[in-house]
Structure formats: structure tokens, C-alpha cells
């Protein structure tokens, strides 16, 4: 016989505990004791006058509680707050997204570009005169193939005009055979124009 549970004793005490268990309650002495020992207790309780709390003690609870809040100190012993999971996880999440991405994204280079043929004639031809050309001439190579030829209104309005006195500072760093191939190709340029 199953007794009727502690929520079911105030149901029945308040008159809305479900008509299956009302039936129970009927035939069980043990759950009608308890019942009208819990009714009498209950009575008893609202028997006693209770006066209501001064106007200010709301107020004045709420003002201690507020401080005992305030007071209280931080725990210092653990990890520091920003080497707690909260913050160290969505860390993590955007560390392992990027090696993913790092990862997953093919490098393009002059060998692909060859392969796959896309690179014209003139782009070959650059990479085909010098094969031991470095890493950043195949870049500047595949570069130019990806994006076309540049002037100086597209590279001024992508913002990638150096700080004044760049150019001067590169023909500066440049070494000797460099400056010479430099004289030689504007001599060349200009007496083309």
C-alpha cells in the first residue's frame, strides 16, 4: 500500500488532492492521522497572531545584506580569474578553429599555378629564366597572376602606399649589382616613353 507522500498530505489538507488518492485516504488510518495532525497544526499556526515588521525593517535588512556582500572578499587561493574555464574555453575553441583553418587551407604556390595552368605565357616565361629564384619572387610572381597588374591608383586606394621616404630607404638597402640592374631598367623605361 502505497502511504501518501508529503505533498499529497498538504494537498489533502487544502481539499485538492486527486480523486485517486482521496479513495486511499479513506481506507488508511496511518494517512488520516497524519492528515488531521497536520490540520491541527495548521490551525494552531494561524491561530497566533503574527504582528507585521516595522516599515523600516525591509529597508534595513535589505542595507545589511547589500554590505555583508560588499565586505566579503574574493577567494585569492585557486587560479586567477582570467585561467578559469569560462574564459579559457571559448580561448581554446577560437585556438583550435584557427589551426584548423591554418590546416585545411591549401598554400597556393608557383608549382600549383604551373600545374593547373594558370599562369600566361609572360608570368612563365619569369619563372622559367631563373629557376633559383626565392621564395618571394614565386610569390610575387603567383601575386600578380592572382590579382593582374597594378598602378598606383588601385595600390593608393588599397592603402598599401609605404610611409614617405620608403623608397628612398629601399634603393639605400639595396646592394650594388641591385642599384645598377635599377638605373639600367628606368633608362630602359624611359627611353621607351
Same mark, same amino acid.
Given at each position: 500500500?502505497?502511504?501518501?507522500?508529503?505533498?499529497?498530505?498538504?494537498?489533502?489538507?487544502?481539499?485538492?488532492?486527486?480523486?485517486?488518492?482521496?479513495?486511499?485516504?479513506?481506507?488508511?488510518?496511518?494517512?488520516?492521522?497524519?492528515?488531521?495532525?497536520?490540520?491541527?497544526?495548521?490551525?494552531?499556526?494561524?491561530?497566533?497572531?503574527?504582528?507585521?515588521?516595522?516599515?523600516?525593517?525591509? %529597508?534595513? &535588512?535589505?542595507?545589511?545584506?547589500? +554590505? @555583508?556582500?560588499? $565586505?566579503?572578499?574574493? #577567494?585569492?587561493?585557486?587560479?586567477?580569474? =582570467?585561467?578559469?574555464?569560462?574564459?579559457?574555453?571559448?580561448?581554446?575553441?577560437?585556438?583550435?578553429?584557427?589551426?584548423?583553418?591554418?590546416?585545411?587551407?591549401?598554400?597556393?604556390?608557383?608549382?600549383?599555378?604551373?600545374?593547373? %595552368?594558370? &599562369?600566361?605565357?609572360?608570368?612563365? +616565361? @619569369?619563372?622559367? $629564366?631563373?629557376?633559383? #629564384?626565392?621564395?618571394?619572387?614565386?610569390? =610575387?610572381?603567383?601575386?600578380?597572376?592572382?590579382?593582374?597588374?597594378?598602378?598606383?591608383?588601385?595600390?593608393?586606394?588599397?592603402?598599401?602606399?609605404?610611409?614617405?621616404?620608403?623608397?628612398?630607404?629601399?634603393?639605400?638597402?639595396?646592394?650594388?649589382?641591385?642599384?645598377?640592374?635599377?638605373?639600367?631598367?628606368?633608362?630602359?623605361?624611359? #627611353?621607351?616613353?
Amino acid at each position: 500500500m502505497n502511504h501518501l507522500r508529503p505533498d499529497e498530505l498538504v494537498d489533502a489538507v487544502e481539499d485538492a488532492l486527486a480523486p485517486d488518492r482521496r479513495t486511499h485516504l479513506a481506507v488508511c488510518e496511518i494517512c488520516r492521522a497524519e492528515v488531521s495532525q497536520l490540520a491541527a497544526i495548521l490551525g494552531d499556526t494561524r491561530a497566533v497572531g503574527m504582528p507585521e515588521p516595522s516599515p523600516l525593517f525591509w %529597508d534595513r &535588512l535589505s542595507h545589511r545584506v547589500r +554590505a @555583508a556582500i560588499a $565586505e566579503e572578499r574574493p #577567494a585569492t587561493h585557486g587560479f586567477p580569474q =582570467w585561467l578559469q574555464w569560462p574564459v579559457l574555453v571559448p580561448f581554446a575553441g577560437l585556438a583550435l578553429l584557427l589551426m584548423m583553418l591554418a590546416w585545411a587551407i591549401p598554400v597556393p604556390t608557383v608549382e600549383t599555378a604551373i600545374a593547373d %595552368d594558370q &599562369l600566361t605565357p609572360g608570368a612563365m +616565361a @619569369a619563372v622559367s $629564366e631563373d629557376p633559383s #629564384a626565392d621564395a618571394a619572387e614565386d610569390t =610575387w610572381v603567383a601575386v600578380t597572376h592572382l590579382i593582374g597588374p597594378l598602378d598606383i591608383q588601385t595600390v593608393e586606394a588599397a592603402g598599401l602606399i609605404g610611409a614617405p621616404g620608403a623608397a628612398e630607404q629601399a634603393v639605400l638597402d639595396m646592394t650594388s649589382d641591385e642599384q645598377e640592374e635599377l638605373i639600367r631598367l628606368l633608362k630602359q623605361e624611359l #627611353a621607351g616613353s
